[in-house]
């Protein structure tokens, strides 16, 4: 069965799949397509103005199969090419298609889960120095102070599938000494990067008890659902065949479908996307 009109979904690589995992779990009826430009992943470390031409070349290859709404499962594409994209690039398309984001989502929400008004925010060198957090946050709840860290090397670990072996056990607890060294009243950590949930686990066993760690994928996925009762007229463009398609920028899927599974959680089998500059 071919999808009509899909629900596209977006990240540079595998993260996006865990964001991608918690939507369909929540809604299963309807159509979707995953891309991961794992051919020129990871983001983190790009300019501003390479991970915006990326992210608008995927986003525009996922409107040409049809998507009425694409989801950037990616911060660092959600930080830093969204808001061009909803405001300029859009506008040479249709103008009923729609592109959102998973940073404004987490920062409606993420408030509520701190006593101490203090919260960590974990990610990639681009979201961090994007300061989007600290200024979504701040919109919504700015009686709460937010504390960043940079994590670097957490998502070459992930990709490469070196998470769960010792030697990353190192940089997991480097970076998080970093950010609690910020601040002692912490109780929150934000995991603002969507291959994180690959190591909670692991960034759980060096945390103490009464500090929470919190993933997106649940918070996205009761987002869109909101969403979509908010505009019926979105709704009801999806098409509704309760079907997956995995895509990959790079021509050798087999990595893809081997990690895909992991962070999935269910057998990915996927195609090749010819991305046209």
């Not at 405001?87 to 729609?98: I, M, S, V, W």
């Not at 960590?120 to 989007?132: A, C, D, H, N, R």
């Amino acid at each position: 069965m071919v999808n009509n009109k899909p629900i596209g979904i977006f990240d540079s690589g595998y993260g996006g799949l865990t964001v991608f995992r918690s939507i369909f779990k929540q809604l299963p009826q309807y159509d979707y397509i995953y891309l991961g430009d794992t051919a020129r992943a990871p983001y983190g470390n790009r300019s501003f103005q390479t991970i915006h031409q990326y992210t608008w070349e995927c986003v525009r290859w996922l409107l040409k199969q049809g998507c009425p709404l694409v989801i950037l499962a990616c911060n660092t594409a959600s930080a830093k090419a969204l808001r061009n994209i909803q405001q300029l690039d859009l506008k040479g398309q249709d103008p009923a298609k729609r592109v959102l984001g998973v940073i404004r989502p987490t920062a409606e929400v993420i408030g509520n889960y701190t006593k101490t008004k203090e919260i960590g925010v974990l990610g990639t060198k681009g979201t961090i120095q994007s300061e989007s957090y600290k200024m979504e946050i701040g919109k919504f709840f700015p009686d709460v102070k937010v504390h960043q860290q940079a994590c670097p090397l957490w998502v070459p670990l992930i990709e490469n599938g070196e998470y769960d072996k010792p030697g990353a056990n190192y940089f997991v607890k480097k970076y998080l000494d970093q950010v609690l060294a910020q601040s002692a009243n912490i109780d929150t950590l934000l995991l603002a990067c969507t291959h994180y949930p690959l190591i909670q686990q692991k960034i759980a066993a060096y945390l103490p008890a009464n500090i929470k760690v919190v993933s997106q994928g649940d918070i996205v996925a009761h987002s869109l659902v909101d969403y979509l009762h908010r505009h019926s007229e979105m709704e009801k463009s999806i098409s509704t065949g309760n079907t997956q398609r995995f895509f990959t920028t790079t021509d050798d899927t087999a990595d893809f479908d081997h990690y895909g599974e992991l962070f999935f959680g269910a057998k990915v089998q996927s195609g090749f996307a010819e991305i046209k500059c």
